[in-house]
């Protein structure tokens, strides 16, 4: 054995003795982050969200070609005027408990989710009547047409619309999490054998019946062939790649990338991007913790955000990224770089350095610590942020740099004002679902308290998200979101600080591996 295989076999030791006799039917996953959260309503950390994909199930998904389909649902219809629609459920839905799936169910999780997700929000506006009609049908009823009604209820992003046990969520607060994780999903989480901060540990659902269709994205027949899956929290990259090579996990979400190249030449692993076009770097910014809550200071802090440095600190390399200043993402039909002036500036460091000093003092820095969250096991968030600390330091700017983990920014980034624990500037990640529409990506909304954890607060970029939403037009659906692209950052909503190629890596014995933009599901992977 090498050293690197003795070291992964020492750590990973006390969990595989805990793996059960018929190994072969486990799944062994090292995921990007640890689970703290089982309410995917009360986070959006991507870890909460692939573990709702793993034990919820929704009423559409999104097949590859980004179109909803029928998940939960067997039958639909809308009426003529476009304001009523109808939905039957198909039969043999039940949760891991066996209770009956019922529209009951239904209509508790989705007026729960429309607190919550954009879309659902958008919805909850136009809304006339969200009820039952009987045990497998309800109706929903607009005061207005709204013909993204059926891709809001199967977006998988930021926020699906996930259905739970009406007795758990029926008037539940959004802001207290979800604690029983009995769905409808493919597999069953197991809470008995969850170690926080070293294994999750799912198994397959017995009370699940797939749908017939081929899987396709995240839609499709969710057809289970493991027994069991469990996500190893393995932060060290040397040796969640030893443990790959010696077999004793099969799946790495994120390949370390400076070990990218020695993984592609390792006989028996695949290297693979499942996201094609990568994944989009998004900071947020606190407009509720001054000096953060002026305009001037946050439209600044674009110069010291040079993003070619950036995906050189993570990638090793300009290849695997990409410099963009679209928050809706280069490549995406909405994707604009309007008003990424000093964002994309190609001057000097120093022009750079000292126009952004001059900037927050125009706007009325006096020298207050800006805290940045730096997370120190999410490697993509953590390079780009030392890159982006230098440069502010350089330039003179008072930085309080954090080093946490990530679980504990995804808990911190709900604290507002500057209450204690409070923070400036953290780095975080976003996808081409979730990032590429105006006004449904978690970035877009600038609704002051239901923002996402940065809080903008801007009432004409709401009047242009909502009029982006209701343009039929595409010829002025893209001139609206070059409108919404250019007021974001005139505003400082949030700074893009480029695209990255981050593939997965896995053993060539795992087999069925389905590529899902922003995420990783497990059914229809078989173990050889």
């Known amino acids: ?45 991507p870890q909460t969200r692939i573990h709702a994909y793993m034990v919820y199930d929704t009423l559409f998904g999104t097949d590859a070609q980004g179109v909803p389909q029928p998940q939960m649902v067997e039958a639909w219809s809308v009426s003529d005027d476009k304001l009523t629609y109808r939905f039957k459920l198909r039969s043999g ?23 919550v997700d954009s879309a659902g ?11 039952t009609d009987g045990d497998k049908d309800f109706r929903i009823v607009l005061k207005e047409p709204f013909p993204q009604l059926i891709f809001s209820l199967g977006k998988p992003s930021a926020v699906p619309s996930f259905i739970f046990p009406a007795r758990i969520v029926d008037g539940l607060a959004v802001n207290k999490q979800i604690v029983d994780p009995i769905g409808s999903g493919p597999f069953v989480f197991k809470r008995d054998e969850w170690v926080a901060g070293s294994k999750v540990v799912y198994r397959k659902n017995l009370n699940y019946i797939p749908r017939a269709e081929p899987p396709s994205s995240i839609s499709g027949g969710k057809t289970v062939y493991v027994d069991r899956v469990e996500w190893l929290n393995i932060v060290d990259p040397t040796t969640q790649t030893a443990a790959l ?93 309007a008003g990424t002036e000093w964002l994309l500036s190609t001057d000097p460091e120093d022009v750079r350095l000292k126009r952004g000093m001059k900037a927050l003092r125009d706007a009325g820095y006096k020298d207050e610590p800006i805290v940045v969250l730096d997370a120190t096991d999410q490697v993509m968030q953590h390079n780009a942020t030392l ?103 005139e505003i400082g909503l949030a700074i893009p600080y480029g695209q990255y190629l981050m593939p997965a890596v896995w053993r060539d014995s795992l087999q069925g591996v389905l590529d899902v933009p922003e995420h990783v599901v497990f059914w229809n992977m078989r173990k050889k």
């Open 121 to 131: 929000q958008f919805i909850a506006h136009v809304l006339a009547a969200l009820e």
């Open 387 to 489: 890159v982006m600390v230098a440069a502010m330091r350089k330039a003179g700017v008072n930085v309080d740099l954090q080093t946490v983990d990530w679980g504990t920014i995804t808990a911190r980034r709900t604290i507002r004002g500057p209450a204690p624990n409070g923070w400036h500037i953290f780095l975080t990640t976003g996808g081409q679902v979730a990032s590429a529409n105006p006004a449904f990506s978690i970035q877009a909304p600038a609704n002051c308290e239901k923002a996402f954890p940065g809080w903008p607060c801007d009432a004409p970029h709401e009047k242009l998200r909502a009029a982006w939403l209701k343009e039929s037009d595409p010829v002025k659906a893209k001139a609206l979101a070059v409108e919404i692209q250019r007021h974001a950052m």
């Open 245 to 337: 090579k010696t077999g004793e996990v099969d799946f790495v979400q994120f390949a370390p990338p400076d070990l990218i190249a020695d993984l592609r030449a390792t006989k028996g692993l695949i290297v693979h991007s499942l996201w094609p076009i990568g994944i989009q770097g998004q900071m947020r910014l606190n407009w509720t913790n001054p000096p953060m809550d002026k305009q001037g200071v946050r439209v600044a802090i674009q110069n010291f955000v040079h993003q070619p440095d950036m995906i050189m600190a993570v990638m090793g390399n300009l290849t695997d990224g990409q410099v963009c200043g679209a928050l809706m993402m280069c490549g995406s039909a909405m994707g604009s770089e």
């Open 93 to 115: 839905l039940a949760f891991s408990d066996g209770v009956p799936v019922t529209s009951t169910d239904v209509v508790a999780s989705l007026k729960r989710w429309m607190l």
């Open 1 to 45: 054995m090498t050293s690197r295989s003795r070291l992964a076999s020492w750590l990973l030791g006390p969990m595989l003795l805990a793996a059960p006799v018929h190994a072969d039917s486990t799944v062994r996953a090292v995921m990007n982050g640890d689970l703290r959260s089982l309410d995917p309503l009360w986070t959006i950390a």
